[in-house]
Every structure is written in structure tokens, then in C-alpha cells.
């Protein structure tokens, strides 16, 4: 019995089902021990010199902690641009998306209408095509109207996320209780306050888990801003270590591009771990069913 005089009952361990499943315990163990260690090294790279680097002492620290090479990757490598313009881009490209997508996967799990599943399956095409396939059209559409610079880039992370966005999000809103609808309109709520409302907010989990998804994809891409990216000032954190891989050439200072891509590498990391659970309930769960 626990503290609140309640009976608690222990499930046993099934010592057969679990030796069954040791193989795959073993892979998954192997596989964390290797990113584990993988990651100390680059951490522990991003403190040493080349010197340290290239004779493989990087854990030794013979000549201290370089906690420079993080003030150099900063300042003087751009990774203080680079680093913004993903944020700016990220920040913005999830939260426009979140708001063209959900209603728009509301209004095609909830209503019947001409065209219904025509959009669905365009949806679903859309994601299907590479973007190599698209990049000739969409370059040439921005050189005729001259759209340039962060605006054009933000504007293609909202499209490119819309599709999948919409799909992720139908079965969460077709999955609610109409009961919530038809409560709602006895109270005289409108359909768009129903559904910021009421039936918005019951898929909330749903909601967080793709933002993330659409985070972490925009802060990684690297092929559109590979080609759209024109300047320092508009280029994401992707293209900014290749420019920055590029400049070792020069400057022999791979101290700075392992602190570099710890930089990068901290914003996604740190949304897994303090937001995994909320991931896994996004992944896993669907609507509030009634």
C-alpha cells in the first residue's frame, strides 16, 4: 500500500519476453554508446586546439580549456549570423504554418465538400515530389518577380511544410467527438470560434509535436538555402558551416568549427530533451475521442 492507503500492484517481469527482446536492447545500448561517445568527442574537440585535434588528444586538454574557440565561432567566424537568421526563419516559417494547416486539416477532416479529397491527395503528392525537381520553376518565379533575400526563404519553408503539416494534422481533428461541435453551436458559438476555441486547443499535442518537427526540419535544410542564400547576412546555420568547413583552408582553426557546430547543433538538442515526452504524446496519441 502507498502513502494514500491505496493497493498497489507490481507487474512481474517476464524474464522470457524481456531475454527475447535482449537483442534489440543490445543494438539500441550499442547504438547510444557510439552517439554518446561521438558527441564527447566533438565537445571535447571544440575545446582544444588544432594541434590537440589532429594528434588525437583531444581529451587530454594538455594545454587547458579553449573556451575562445566559442567566442572566435561566434564573433569572428558569422556564427552569430547564421545562427539568428535559422532562429528568424525557423521561429516564423512554424508558427505561419501552424496557422494555415490546422485549419485547413479542420475543415477537411470535418466537412464534406467538392474537391475534399482532391486536396488530400494533392497534399500528399506534394510532399512525394524532390525538392531538385522544383528548384528551376521556383528560380525562375523569384528572378521574374524579384523576390530576394529572408522573405524569400521564409516564404518557401511555409510552403514546403504546409503539405505535411495539413496531412499530420487531419486524423487528430477527424478523430474528435462531434458532440463538442454541436455543444458548441447551442451556444451559440460560429464555426471559427469552435474551432480556435474549443477544438484547437484538444489537439494540442498534436500541435507542439509537428512545430517541432517543422523547427528542427527548417533549422537543418540545406538545399534551398544553398541556392537562395546569396549573402552572409541572409544565410542559415546549414550553409554557414559549409562556408565555414571552406575556411579551414585558410585559417587552420578546427577548435573554432567544432565549437561552431556544438552552437549549431545546442537548439535541437535541447528540444529533444526537455520536449521528448511531448514528441512521443504527439506521435502516439491521437484526438480526444468521445
Same mark, same amino acid.
Given at each position: ?5 491505496? /493497493? ?15 537483442? !534489440?536492447?543490445?543494438?539500441? =545500448?550499442?547504438?547510444?554508446? #557510439?552517439? *554518446? ?7 571535447? *574537440?571544440? $575545446? ?5 585535434? =589532429?594528434?588525437?588528444? /583531444? =581529451? ?6 579553449? #573556451? ?14 547564421? =545562427? ?11 508558427? /505561419? ?23 488530400? %491527395? ?31 526563404? @521564409? ?14 494534422? $487531419? ?11 454541436? *455543444? ?10 469552435? #474551432?480556435?476555441? +474549443? ?12 512545430? +517541432? #518537427? ?19 547576412? %541572409? ?32 537548439? %535541437? ?9 511531448? @514528441? +512521443?504524446? !504527439? /506521435? %502516439?496519441?491521437?484526438?480526444?475521442? !468521445?
Amino acid at each position: 500500500m502507498n502513502k494514500d492507503n491505496k /493497493v498497489v500492484y507490481k507487474e512481474k517481469i517476464r524474464w522470457k519476453k524481456e531475454a527475447a527482446l535482449l537483442p !534489440g536492447y543490445l543494438i539500441v =545500448f550499442i547504438w547510444i554508446l #557510439f552517439t *554518446a561517445a561521438f558527441l564527447l568527442w566533438i565537445l571535447a *574537440a571544440s $575545446l582544444s586546439t588544432s594541434r590537440e585535434i =589532429f594528434s588525437g588528444a /583531444v =581529451f587530454k586538454f594538455e594545454s587547458g580549456f579553449h #573556451f575562445e574557440n566559442y567566442i572566435d565561432a561566434w564573433n569572428v567566424g558569422n556564427v552569430s549570423v547564421y =545562427f539568428m537568421n535559422s532562429l528568424l526563419y525557423a521561429t516564423v516559417a512554424s508558427t /505561419v504554418v501552424i496557422l494555415i494547416s490546422a485549419p485547413a486539416a479542420y475543415v477537411l477532416s470535418r466537412y464534406t465538400f467538392l474537391g475534399n479529397k482532391g486536396i488530400k %491527395t494533392s497534399l500528399v503528392l506534394a510532399m512525394s515530389i524532390p525538392e531538385v525537381m522544383i528548384i528551376m520553376p521556383i528560380y525562375s518565379l523569384t528572378a521574374e518577380y524579384h523576390i530576394r533575400g529572408r522573405i524569400l526563404l @521564409i516564404i518557401l519553408y511555409i510552403l514546403l511544410r504546409v503539405p505535411f503539416t495539413t496531412t499530420y494534422l $487531419l486524423n487528430f481533428f477527424a478523430s474528435l467527438s462531434r458532440s463538442y461541435e454541436e *455543444a458548441a453551436a447551442i451556444d451559440g458559438c460560429t464555426p471559427s470560434k469552435t #474551432f480556435w476555441r +474549443i477544438m484547437l486547443p484538444l489537439v494540442q499535442p498534436a500541435i507542439v509535436t509537428v512545430t +517541432i #518537427f517543422n523547427f528542427m526540419s527548417v533549422w537543418n535544410e540545406f538545399f534551398m538555402a544553398l541556392i537562395f542564400a546569396t549573402s552572409t547576412e %541572409t544565410t542559415p546555420v546549414g550553409v554557414g558551416l559549409l562556408q565555414i568547413v571552406n575556411a579551414m583552408r585558410y585559417t587552420g582553426n578546427y577548435g573554432g568549427l567544432f565549437a561552431s557546430v556544438i552552437i549549431v547543433f545546442l537548439p %535541437t538538442f535541447l528540444l529533444y530533451i526537455f520536449l521528448s515526452e511531448k @514528441i +512521443i504524446a !504527439g /506521435v %502516439t496519441g491521437g484526438g480526444v475521442k !468521445g
